[in-house]
């Protein structure tokens, strides 16, 4: 230290010119500093899961959806129709926006007027503007289930807009763009709110700003306060100030030079390093002061303090940075960046204490200051002087009293550590009661949240056994708590076939999935579901919360029925199989039928009793056609001969009734359907028509019609038994109704998909061949597992972050004392305190999270400067007198004070966050001021308490003359 | 006034030249009134397009149409499309997975089209609505409505003008065409009135696609060898927004083979040829 002081003050004025060069540059570089709230990129970029998150983001679109939404009494009316079509248009127009999805343009099919509309809700088309015309549009939206809950609220008061916006653009930028949109249509509207990632970036982005240029100016008048409160001199305040100022400019400046953004953590970086950086300055300057005090020339003075107090804080900002560099070892990326650029501030500040200060200060008068009656003091603490003493002497009288306090409060802290909650919501981010909040709470209780689940889904996607799968995953999905609005490519081709076909059910074969698939061609739903070369597609979800126990639990349950599903199907063919092997295949898809239709009621929250499906699943599987049935089918096969659409004209209807009749007759007495060339050979007698073909072609239609129409009785028989069990509001539910019926289809296909475990067993008993073999893979992607992951992994990563930063300041602590007891003793104030903060979350229900764990971390790297200082001082205060109690007290009566000091500065720092936009940090922010002032009080209470009864090696040394030394004299350590 | 024969020479000559001075103008006034009255109007010169556009009695194409999307990645379709008057039936032949379907256009007596799709695994023709027919024929940069070559049904001729040979005119959608257009503008050949370019508006009045017709060749008619009908061969849609591109190339094409009008009824709709 001694050659660092000569060093500084012969380069004195080099090094300021040097460190105001330093100052502009970084400065400039301050200027260009950029701003990310961009969640997905705070993860781990090498984590697999986050990996998959990206890649499924970019192949679908789907990581970037925001959500506007508008919140009316009532949605259907012409006004916020012409609205939400404006904003749309609007927003399809907005550069960086792929595409936008609303009421307005909503991909719609509907059978109308005899015939087929695949199109769009609204688009194109006059809004509705007569109050009849609006009820039947209201009506017709609300009845389907893939825009309630989507786009429209259940109660119809609630519009939502989807916006996708692209991969490579500034999500900030255009989010801002969009709202601008929305300000120029619906100028100063209260009821749009916005929601989803790329608004949260948005506002989050704001969040950063509004902290920095709210809070740092805040922090800095509180620390003018506080340090003019201490030291009552103009150069107390200013050389404190001027180091973190000179920190704070270094440390962004750096982080722009390297090209690191400022987010929501490192954004208030600034704050800390206010709050923090002062510390050294102030127990530099107060060593100063006593020093100048006690008669010392300046330049003597700045040696002294250099001496005694260099080495000390050069210890606390290492101790400190290690607490903050303990940080990276987390997952987080972001926590990672704030961990080491807090620690290059403490470090830079360090470099502005040790070289600015002295440079500084060795400038003005060097006479003698005349020994003043306070002795340096400022009259404010003459009161404090005295509190200390009596607190030193009861610490000397009682230790063992103290001692056994702090055991009581350890079983204290274990009573509330076990409370701790691990859920945690992320909506905290978000300051309560701003617009994004809101959104976030409306997203949650009308449209199931704005977390999205994904699960994407490999393999051969066009092939019905597979969407089978993803429609199952769906049902699965439906029915757990906390999960809505399941929707992949399979329900959409359900809704088609149900609006084309009457039935909700995965077309039958692969050529009836590609005429599905043609009117869907060119549709956004299209791309936003399934991989352009069809070996992809999303089963896509909603999370209704953002708490970090809920998303746990969905992500286990997916991840759970995920691996029960095979990683293969075997589809067998019943009408082909051995007769011995039908019964067993019929048995295996009634099973299958009847977990669908479980899954289905269960979804609806329509709970059954065991056994209340068999009946209707048995019946509908026994039934055959009856008189009524052979009738129906009849006037259905006359009515389709006297269409345009029969492949042969028939003009007279009693011929067309006679070729019906004798269809019927053929099924009656066959007993089972007919075939294509049977009916064929039926037909060909009584048809007159120069082209053959038409006869062939005609028998074709009249074979597939046929077997629907019987096929629908089926069902429809089937369904009339499933109601009969029913509750009366189940029954009424028309979406139920059609999924149930959509269910029940099975009954009428001979074809099902076999895990390899059923194939196997099923062909070793009755020679099974299969019809075909498709492999799948399904796993769960998007942001949900990944949050999952990263806070799985939180606890024991903040633990061994912990643990670690105890270790190694321990480790230094014994090297610095050169005693084991003594690196001991300094750790205990701050585990006590760490202790003391869990116990906090855990009696007062705050949750355990990324956030509020760095505490622990931060705790460390500031409460062991408590420690060092307090223990240095004893140290050399009883080298001195070798008097415990005198030591003691002297101790306390100026580094005690000085800690305390340092606690309310840096802790009122800490407190001014509490200010700030967002909970998470308000939390940090409180929790830490706590943390600290807990800290120095265990330091100054508890530390000398301990030390006292187990005695480190210094104050075991027999005190001679020799070690003996008067007031004002040093020993080097 | 003398009488000619009265006359001098050089006044004989003078009053001759003067005669042939008054014919020339008056000539060429009479040219001028005539050619006006010959003029043609826009929406007769949108008509005149229009049977550019179909020409003959029928037409049997093979087309190939090239749909490239956006990243670069294209899908191949080919169909065969045959046409009488106002009629069309278009029929998928490739890709295998939409191998089959079919669409037929029928004109309305009352005015507008029916259209109507087959498809072949459901055994089922559905008709199509008016609000279905602005979507893109299988994601294609093309809508139904585009693919009709119908456009006197559609717009009305608001502005035209004449350019380096060329009619520009300004077209509207008629109020009851639903068009997912808001305007187009049309670029067609004086000579032979086929369209070489027409740049369509969307619904905000922007740039929205961008067709360009070309490679045109003469195609004679099967029934009358002497008589042939210019035909683009290449037609190109540039979806300006999305930065998508469908290219329809007609790689067959036959004039007048006799196709009756039961071929374009619904019932031939399941057939597999003509």
């Known amino acids: 230290m001694g050659r660092l002081t000569e060093f500084v003050l012969r380069w004195r004025v080099p090094l300021l010119v040097a460190v105001l060069v330093a100052t502009v540059f970084l400065g400039a570089a301050v200027m260009k500093v950029k701003l990310n709230a961009d969640f997905s990129t705070y993860l781990s970029q090498d984590s697999p899961l986050v990996q998959e998150f990206n890649r499924v983001g970019q192949v679908f679109k789907s990581n970037y959806v925001g959500m506007v939404l508008i919140r009316t009494d009532d949605i259907f009316t012409t006004e916020n129709l012409a609205l939400i079509d404006r904003l749309t248009q609007a927003y399809e127009g907005v550069k960086g926006v792929d595409s936008v999805t609303s009421l307005s343009n909503a991909v719609d099919f509907q059978r109308a007027g005899g015939g087929l509309m695949v199109g769009k809700l609204l688009e194109g088309k006059p809004l509705p503007s007569t109050p009849e015309a609006l009820e039947k549009f209201k009506r017709y939206v609300l009845s389907k289930e893939m825009y309630v809950g989507a786009l429209v609220n259940a109660k119809g008061t609630t519009a939502v807009i989807l916006v996708r916006l692209g991969q490579k653009v500034s999500h900030f930028k255009v989010a801002g763009r969009i709202d601008r949109v929305t300000q120029q249509i619906a100028p100063g509207s209260k009821d749009i709110y916005y929601g989803g990632m790329p608004f949260l970036i948005y506002s989050m982005t704001g969040l950063i700003i509004d902290n920095m240029f709210f809070l740092v100016p805040l922090i800095i008048l509180l620390l003018v306060g506080v340090l003019e409160l201490g030291f009552r001199r103009l150069g107390g305040v200013l050389a404190p100030l001027t180091v973190v100022l000179l920190a704070v400019v270094w440390t962004v400046g750096v982080l722009a030079l390297l090209g690191r953004p400022l987010d929501l953590l490192t954004g208030i970086v600034p704050v800390i390093l206010i709050a923090m950086g002062a510390a050294d300055g102030i127990h530099f300057m107060r060593r100063f002061y006593e020093a100048r005090a006690a008669g010392s020339a300046r330049r003597e003075a700045i040696g002294v303090t250099m001496r005694e107090m260099g080495t000390p804080i050069v210890f606390t900002s290492i101790t400190t940075i290690i607490g903050f560099a303990s940080l990276a070892i987390s997952d987080f990326d972001i926590i990672r960046t704030f961990g080491w650029a807090t620690s290059l501030g403490i470090f830079l500040?360090?470099?502005?204490?040790?070289?600015?200060?002295?440079?500084?200060?060795?400038?003005?008068?060097?006479?003698?200051?005349?020994?003043?009656?306070?002795?340096?003091?400022?009259?404010?603490?003459?009161?404090?002087?005295?509190?200390?003493?009596?607190?030193?002497?009861?610490?000397?009288?009682?230790?063992?009293?103290?001692?056994?306090?702090?055991?009581?409060?350890?079983?204290?802290?274990?009573?509330?550590?076990?409370?701790?909650?691990?859920?945690?919501?992320?909506?905290?981010?978000?300051?309560?009661?701003?617009?994004?909040?809101?959104?976030?709470?409306?997203?949650?209780?009308?449209?199931?949240?704005?977390?999205?689940?994904l699960v994407s889904v490999k393999g051969d996607i066009k092939d019905p056994a597979t969407l089978e799968t993803m429609l199952a995953t769906e049902r699965y999905l439906d029915t757990l708590p906390d999960v809505s609005?399941?929707?992949?490519?399979?329900?959409?081709?359900?809704?088609?076939?149900?609006?084309?076909?009457?039935?909700?059910?995965?077309?039958?074969?692969?050529?009836?999935?590609?005429?599905?698939?043609?009117?869907?061609?060119?549709?956004?739903?299209?791309?936003?579901?399934?991989?352009?070369?069809?070996?992809?597609?999303?089963?896509?979800?909603k999370v209704a919360s953002l708490g970090t126990a809920v998303i746990g639990q969905v992500v286990a349950e997916t991840d759970s029925f995920l691996s029960r599903l095979p990683a293969k199907l075997i589809v067998v063919d019943g009408a082909q199989a051995p007769p011995a092997a039908r019964q067993a295949l019929s048995q295996l898809q009634l099973e299958q039928i009847k977990a669908a239709l479980t899954q289905d009621l269960e979804a609806k929250g329509v709970s059954i009793r065991p056994g209340l499906l068999e009946p209707a699943l048995q019946a509908g599987e026994n039934w055959s056609p009856n008189e009524e049935d052979y009738a129906a089918l009849r006037k259905a096969i006359t009515g389709y001969l006297l269409s345009p659409f029969s492949e042969v004209p028939f003009e007279d209807q009693a011929k067309a009734a006679g070729v019906a009749d004798s269809i019927t007759t053929a099924l009656r007495g066959q007993g089972t359907l007919l075939t294509t060339s049977e009916l064929e050979a039926l037909l060909r007698p009584q048809i007159q028509t120069p082209y053959p073909q038409d006869v062939t072609s005609l028998a074709e239609s009249l074979a597939y019609h046929a077997r629907g129409f019987l096929n629908a009785r089926r069902v429809e028989f089937a369904y009339a038994q499933l109601t009969k069990q029913l509750p009366a509001e189940a029954r009424s539910d028309g979406d139920l109704a059609k999924k149930l019926r959509g269910d029940l289809w099975g009954l009428t296909s001979s074809v099902l998909a076999l895990s390899p475990k059923q194939y196997e067993s099923l062909q070793a008993q009755y020679g099974l061949v299969a019809a075909r073999t498709v492999a799948l893979a399904a796993q769960p992607s998007g942001l949900a597992p990944v949050l999952d992951q990263m806070e799985k992994e939180l606890l024991p990563t903040q633990i061994e972050s912990t643990l670690l930063a105890l270790l190694?300041?321990?480790?230094?602590?014994?090297?610095?004392?050169?005693?084991?007891?003594?690196?001991?003793?300094?750790?205990?104030p701050v585990a006590l305190t760490i202790l003391v903060n869990f116990s906090i979350l855990g009696y007062f229900g705050i949750g355990l999270d990324s956030f509020t764990a760095m505490i622990a971390s931060i705790t460390i790297g500031l409460g062991i400067d408590y420690a060092i200082h307090f223990t240095h001082r004893f140290r050399r205060e009883f080298e001195r007198s070798g008097d415990e109690r005198a030591a003691l007290i002297k101790t306390l009566q100026t580094t005690g004070v000085a800690i305390l000091i340092n606690s309310f500065s840096v802790g009122a720092g800490f407190a001014v966050l509490l200010l700030a936009g967002g909970q998470h940090i308000r939390l940090l922010g409180g929790l830490t001021a706590v943390a600290l002032l807990v800290s120095a009080l265990f330091t100054l209470i508890v530390l000398p308490a301990l030390t006292l009864l187990w005695k480190p090696r210094y104050l075991q040394a027999p005190v001679t003359e020799r070690t003996l030394r008067p007031e004002g004299e040093t020993k080097q350590i | 006034m003398r009488s000619v024969e009265k006359m001098k020479p050089y006044q004989r000559k003078v009053l001759q030249m003067k005669s042939i001075k008054a014919g020339t103008i008056g000539l060429a006034l009479a040219l001028l009134l005539v050619s006006s009255a010959l003029a043609l109007s826009g929406d007769e010169v949108l008509q005149k397009v229009q049977e550019a556009m179909r020409p003959g009695q029928d037409m049997t194409a093979t087309e190939r149409m090239t749909i490239t999307a956006p990243d670069g990645s294209a899908e191949v379709l080919e169909v065969v499309i045959y046409q009488k008057g106002g009629k069309m039936l278009m029929r998928i032949t490739k890709p295998e997975e939409f191998a089959g379907i079919a669409v037929l256009v029928l004109p309305r007596e009352q005015g507008g089209e029916e259209t109507w799709l087959y498809l072949p695994a459901f055994r089922d023709v559905k008709q199509i609505l008016a609000q279905g027919l602005s979507e893109g024929f299988v994601g294609s940069d093309f809508a139904y409505e585009d693919l009709t070559l119908s456009y006197t049904d559609k717009y009305d001729v608001t502005e035209m003008t004449e350019e380096g040979g060329q009619y520009i005119l300004s077209l509207t959608p008629k109020p009851d065409a639903g068009l997912s257009y808001s305007g187009a503008r049309m670029w067609a050949d004086k000579g032979t009135f086929l369209p070489t370019r027409a740049e369509f508006s969307d619904r905000q009045g922007q740039l929205f696609k961008v067709m360009t017709l070309s490679e045109v060749q003469a195609f004679p008619s099967t029934s009358d060898p002497q008589r042939s009908y210019p035909t683009p061969t290449r037609i190109e849609m540039d979806n300006v927004k999305t930065g998508s591109k469908t290219v329809i190339e007609l790689l067959k094409v036959e004039y007048d083979t006799g196709l009756s009008d039961d071929f374009f009824t619904v019932r031939n709709l399941k057939r597999g040829s003509a």
């Open chain 1, 808 to 828: 190694a300041i321990m480790i230094l602590l014994i090297l610095v004392f050169h005693s084991l007891r003594a690196g001991l003793l300094g750790i205990v």
């Open chain 1, 485 to 541: 609005e399941a929707q992949s490519i399979a329900s959409i081709l359900a809704e088609m076939n149900w609006t084309l076909n009457d039935r909700f059910a995965i077309p039958a074969n692969r050529a009836q999935v590609n005429n599905l698939w043609f009117l869907l061609k060119g549709q956004d739903v299209l791309d936003q579901m399934v991989r352009s070369d069809n070996r992809e597609a999303l089963v896509q979800a």
């Open chain 1, 349 to 453: 500040a360090l470099v502005a204490t040790l070289i600015v200060i002295p440079a500084g200060l060795s400038f003005g008068k060097e006479r003698a200051r005349v020994q003043s009656r306070d002795d340096g003091k400022p009259r404010s603490a003459r009161g404090g002087s005295r509190v200390m003493a009596g607190l030193g002497g009861l610490i000397y009288r009682r230790p063992g009293g103290i001692a056994l306090l702090t055991v009581g409060l350890i079983a204290l802290a274990a009573v509330g550590i076990p409370r701790i909650v691990m859920n945690v919501d992320w909506t905290l981010c978000l300051a309560q009661g701003s617009k994004p909040y809101l959104a976030e709470m409306l997203l949650r209780r009308e449209f199931g949240g704005s977390l999205p689940l």
